[in-house]
């Protein structure tokens, strides 16, 4: 028996030590998942969850107020600067707007000198082009590469020691109209790259390319036939709207689809577990309204799909036959629930039209729906259906004033990212307080051929502030607190362990605020606005940094970085309206600042 | 006073000598490829119209090329690079117009299954693959865009981008004379050359009954800077003086014109 039973624990130590191994095997390399003690910062959102919380802990509501400038840089460039500063192995990596250059900066010397600056050579062209500004996302690494794009459609792989290009794919064509400011993700070994510019009649597509090569192995386009969009049998939306062939084509007019917009600019979130990554469409367009009846799919809304394949798995329109530009690009965040009784892998995804969706992520079931802004717009989203209740009396219309359109064109919240607290389980939100009116427009002109639109004016919300920084409490579906701001709140934020949350003004302030209050802690008054996303790392001496670019512009700055005229108000599609005195309390110019504890 | 001081004085008066008589400038933002109203080899219409206002000027022609899409008023004659737009409509408020020297109107152009289309109330129209401009975002459309739209004409329409390879007008007349399309609804003026050069019909289009503030026929003058007032009354006598030749040129570029006694519009 003895013997026996030493006999089974010899076979039982055996069968652990394969099932170890195997374990190990499986174990993704080290260097894809972003490294657990804080140190670095990967990736825009930090992680693929999205979250932006850095698990550093070294800055607390009590020693927040002694932050002190530990260095700061000129990048020498003038329009807005909207990307996260990437932090890997003593090395902070920037991408700066048109024309693109990446710095990269040795944090271990004094100063963080430049260790090399790669210039991409972008296309001057492009910047006609751009909608609302000359912005980039940011830069992700993996593997020893930094991958971003340029604003003339390329995205390109550099040696991340030396900066050095590995290679350039080109993605798209100018001339069409198309460029590319968002940040890309690398999930399993591929760049997952969205184009931009929907408004000038191009078709949205998220494509991946082979991290080692750059060659193209999937293109999902968000209009279209089913095998243009990538949609088979894995296709299993939660909702009957979305189920039938070739949605992409017989929700539009005849070929309106080909040039329907969808695109994708926004962010996207990858849940390893699932194998699923998450992303949002943008409007459609360059169609009015009324040229384009039907649901418009893929447009505004949330894409689940395969990395490796492409796949669609599940799609969940937020906004059907947009009429206000209420684009579906926005984050979605990746959290676990308690949701009636059970744990549920949710997304959070606080999108344009002033809904923070609380949905399924494995079925796109939609769990929740809660106004975080101020609506007028629509009415509520019917969970049974999915679908979101448009209020008839504030569509906008050709020839007829339409006041107090809210959400704004640019939302409630726009591209702005948020962040996740595990510890407070808030989701911090940087958001408009912004309405517009539809006004009847007097006529435009554009190469060469005269037409009569509507003319948009932008206007403070309900309150008379543009922005707030808001906590929200998914659960509890409530607004735990918030923080007027006096102009939109267009930075992202980053959320610590150690109870702080960071994020900067269009006036050019950069707060840490209690994350379980919304105190205001500290405050750093900056050369310019900030609509960048802050990051927070662990430098080479073992301190909490916390990074961030300054550099007003985007489409609410551009008054500032594009010298609009401020007389216009319907400039920058109505934004210069509301933006009107922006220009009295900042100037354009790039800056990168980083803060320590003394 | 020292001879250098002499020799500084005669330097500086030698320079506003050479200043003054530097001949006059006029300076045109145009887009490089927009034919038939202009390109960079100055083969449109509005390159020849911009030749005879300089000549009448007494002043040397330079161009500013620029596709004049969005934002293009910010972009050039409000960022000082030029001095005047050829060609702007009479009601557009961003900048300082001249007196009108045409007056034209969206066309169709047609093919054989939508011949002698001219009207929305055409019962044809929903069975024919039309085309229209797409001119931008938010409610933008041409007139013709919100005609069809208005007239529920929805299901059959194809657009084309201002965005693309040449004029949108030249890919539309192809498209047209090919047959992928049965007609198009045009600016005329962008029209009227293509389909003389393709053999096809440009006719006049009527807007439907109903569709208020949404017109069809728009005056085009020239443009200056806002509060320009001298180069706008200075432009104003030219386009007087000159307008049988200005007309002369339209005429070569086959513009249909609706201010013509005659109807020359086709």
Not at chain 1, 426 to 452: F, H, K, R, W
Not at chain 2, 13 to 28: I, Y
Not at chain 2, 180 to 189: F, S, V, Y
Request: neutral net charge; proline residues 6%; glycine residues 10%.
């Amino acid at each position: 028996m003895r013997w026996k039973g030493r006999s089974l624990s010899l076979a039982w130590a055996r069968r652990i030590v394969v099932v170890a191994c195997v374990l190990i095997w499986m174990l993704p390399p080290v260097s894809a998942v972003p490294a657990d003690d804080g140190a670095e910062w990967r990736m825009p959102a930090r992680d693929y969850a999205s979250t932006r919380f850095s698990p550093l802990d070294e800055i607390t509501p009590s020693n927040a107020s002694r932050l002190k400038l530990a260095f700061s840089f000129s990048t020498g460039v003038e329009k807005g600067h909207e990307a996260a500063p990437i932090v890997v192995g003593g090395t902070m990596y920037v991408v700066t707007p048109y024309p693109n250059y990446v710095f990269a900066f040795d944090l271990t010397k004094p100063g963080a000198n430049v260790k090399w600056k790669f210039d991409p050579k972008t296309n001057a062209s492009s910047q006609g082009v751009a909608c609302c500004d000359v912005v980039n996302r940011g830069a992700v690494y993996a593997d020893g590469r930094l991958f971003f794009n340029t604003l003339d459609n390329h995205t390109i792989a550099l040696d991340a020691a030396s900066g050095k290009e590995l290679w350039r794919a080109k993605l798209g064509e100018i001339q069409l109209g198309q460029t590319l400011t968002m940040a890309p993700l690398v999930v399993k070994g591929r760049v997952l790259v969205g184009n931009s510019g929907g408004e000038f009649g191009i078709r949205g597509w998220l494509t991946a390319l082979d991290a080692a090569t750059g060659n193209q192995l999937w293109r999902a386009y968000s209009t279209g036939p089913d095998k243009d969009v990538l949609i088979g049998a894995a296709f299993k939306p939660f909702y009957a709207g979305d189920r039938g062939k070739d949605l992409g084509v017989k929700t539009w007019p005849a070929d309106a689809w080909k040039i329907g917009g969808g695109t994708v600019w926004g962010w996207i979130s990858y849940d390893p577990q699932l194998d699923v990554i998450y992303y949002g469409t943008s409007n459609p367009g360059p169609w009015n309204p009324d040229q384009r009846p039907g649901a418009n799919k893929w447009t505004c809304g949330i894409f689940a799909r395969r990395p490796e394949s492409g796949e669609a798995v599940w799609f969940y329109q937020a906004s059907p036959h947009d009429q206000y530009d209420y684009d579906g690009v926005n984050e979605s965040v990746l959290v676990d629930l308690p949701i009636g009784g059970a744990t549920r892998k949710v997304l959070l995804h606080p999108d344009r039209n002033g809904y923070l969706y609380v949905i399924d992520r494995a079925t796109g079931e939609v769990l929740s729906a809660d106004p975080f802004g101020h609506i007028t717009t629509s009415l509520g989203v019917d969970l049974e259906s999915g679908a979101l209740r448009y209020n008839p009396q504030k569509a906008p219309k050709v020839g007829k004033v339409v006041r107090d359109i809210c959400p704004a064109s640019a939302g409630a919240k726009d591209w702005q990212p948020t962040a996740w607290s595990p510890r407070t389980r808030l989701l911090y939100i940087p958001q408009q307080n912004l309405c517009q009116d539809t006004l009847v427009a007097e006529t435009s002109y554009i190469a060469g051929t005269p037409y009569v639109g509507a003319e948009l004016k932008m206007r403070p919300g309900p309150g008379g502030h543009r922005g707030e920084f808001s906590a929200w409490d998914p659960v509890a579906h409530k607004k735990v607190w918030t923080i007027a701001e006096d102009f939109p709140v267009w930075s992202g934020a980053v959320a610590t362990a150690g109870d702080v949350v960071f994020y900067g003004t269009m006036d050019g302030w950069f707060k840490a605020v209690d994350a379980k209050n919304g105190t205001l802690l500290w405050r750093f008054k900056t050369s310019s606005g900030i609509i960048g996303q802050p990051v927070s790392y662990r430098g080479p001496d073992g301190h909490q940094y916390v990074a961030v670019l300054a550099g007003v512009g985007g489409w609410a700055g551009a008054v500032v970085s594009g010298d609009l005229d401020t007389r216009d108000g319907s400039a920058a599609f109505g934004f210069v309206n509301a933006m009107k005195d922006l220009p009295l309390v900042t100037t354009k110019g790039g800056m990168l600042y980083v803060f320590r504890l003394p | 006073m020292s001879s250098v001081c002499r020799n500084a004085l005669l330097f500086v008066a030698l320079l506003c000598f050479t200043g003054l008589a530097q001949p006059r400038e006029l300076r045109v933002c145009a887009d490089p490829d927009n034919l038939p109203l202009s390109d960079a080899s100055g083969n449109g219409f509005e390159n020849r119209i911009a030749r005879l206002v300089a000549e009448e000027m007494g002043a040397e022609l330079r161009y500013e090329w620029l596709p004049l899409r969005r934002g293009f008023v910010r972009k050039t004659i409000d960022a000082g690079l030029c001095d005047v737009f050829i060609g702007v409509p009479r009601e557009f408020e961003r900048v300082l117009v001249t007196r009108s020297y045409y007056r034209s109107s969206y066309v169709f152009v047609d093919g054989p299954r939508a011949h002698g289309i001219d009207g929305f109330d055409d019962g044809r129209l929903a069975s024919l693959t039309i085309g229209v401009q797409l001119v931008g975002n938010d409610l933008a459309a041409t007139p013709p865009g919100h005609a069809l739209a208005a007239t529920r004409n929805v299901e059959n329409v194809r657009g084309f981008t201002i965005y693309g390879e040449g004029p949108v007008a030249q890919r539309m007349v192809a498209a047209v004379a090919s047959g992928e399309i049965d007609a198009a609804l045009i600016w005329g003026p962008q029209a009227g050359y293509f389909a003389r050069r393709a053999a096809l019909e440009v006719r006049a289009a009527r807007p439907p009954f109903g569709l208020a503030g949404v017109p069809f026929e728009f005056d085009i003058a020239m443009g200056v800077r806002r509060g320009d007032r001298a180069l706008r009354d200075e432009i104003d006598a030219i386009i007087e003086r000159r307008r049988a030749d200005i007309d002369a040129i339209l005429a070569a570029y086959s513009v249909p014109r609706s201010d013509r006694a005659g109807g020359e519009t086709q």
